[in-house]
């Protein structure tokens, strides 16, 4: 999508507020000894209170209104009986439409106080996120994006994952530009004034690949690595990227 009028804009923020309302509710909630399922229908809730409509259950029929990805699982976990635990690390990705507009985001987390390398691994690619937006102005190389996230993975020692990461959003829940995840030197695409893209990296421990579960969407590391996310929805500008789902 190429946001270019102020509508543009409004709705893009009214939906990633529903989204952010939407995640802030769920991670509020979660606590050792409940389900994801039960998780899910709180974001469900959250959402239908704003009006919105589940992106992956619109786009793609996802048998949840968001994506709970706990410990091995990197992406796309089906909500369910699934208990969690205190020291589960947890990925809560919402993605929603309202009105006609797509807004994306997700974080990973620890239940409870967590280890020192969970939380490193989680603060390492947050910080990555964060690099990148600050360098996203319109006329750039899209690779500004893949370059930053690169120096704070090399950085902190981390493996991003390859198969999996940033993505075009706004109409949709997957547009162009799609795949951003790491530094590529030979990018030719540029970030234009008015797109509207994720910034989605995965950091790991050592797995460069995620592999896809025979229910056919959860996305794994192999046991005994850690994996973390962070995502926000972004507008790019002359002078910056506008954050939607802040």
Same mark, same amino acid.
Request: aromatic content about 6%; overall charge negative.
């Given at each position: ?10 709705g ?20 050792a ?13 959250v959402?239908?209170e ?16 968001? !994506?709970i ?14 208990? =969690? !635990?205190? *020291? ?23 239940v ?16 990555a996120?964060?690099?990148a ?5 319109? *006329?750039?190389? @899209? ?8 120096? =704070? ?18 109409r ?24 509207? @893209? ?11 690949w =995620? ?36």
């Amino acid at each position: 999508m190429n946001a270019r009028t102020r509508d543009h804009v409004d709705g893009l923020k009214a939906s990633g507020q529903a989204v952010r309302a939407a995640f802030d509710a769920m991670v509020k909630a979660t606590k050792a000894g409940m389900t994801t399922a039960e998780l899910d229908a709180i974001g469900a809730q959250v959402l239908a209170e704003y009006g919105a409509k589940s992106a992956p259950q619109l786009y793609y029929e996802f048998p949840g209104a968001t !994506c709970i990805s706990v410990n091995e699982e990197a992406a796309h976990g089906i909500p369910g009986n699934r208990t =969690v !635990c205190d *020291g589960d690390m947890i990925n809560i990705d919402v993605s929603a439409n309202l009105d006609g507009y797509v807004a994306d985001m997700g974080q990973s987390f620890v239940v409870g106080a967590g280890n020192a390398e969970q939380l490193r691994l989680c603060a390492a690619v947050q910080q990555a996120v964060r690099d990148a937006i600050a360098k996203v102005r319109s *006329g750039r190389s @899209l690779n500004v994006i893949g370059k930053a996230v690169q120096q =704070v993975a090399d950085r902190e020692g981390y493996t991003i994952v390859q198969n999996l990461g940033s993505h075009g959003v706004g109409r949709n829940i997957h547009e162009e530009p799609s795949y951003v995840p790491f530094d590529n030197p030979q990018e030719t695409r540029t970030l234009d004034r008015g797109m509207v @893209l994720t910034i989605e990296p995965f950091f790991t421990t050592g797995a460069a690949w =995620v592999n896809e579960q025979d229910d056919g969407w959860t996305l794994t590391v192999p046991q005994g690595q850690m994996v973390a996310q962070y995502e926000h929805t972004l507008i790019v500008t002359d002078n910056g990227a506008i954050v939607v789902t802040e």
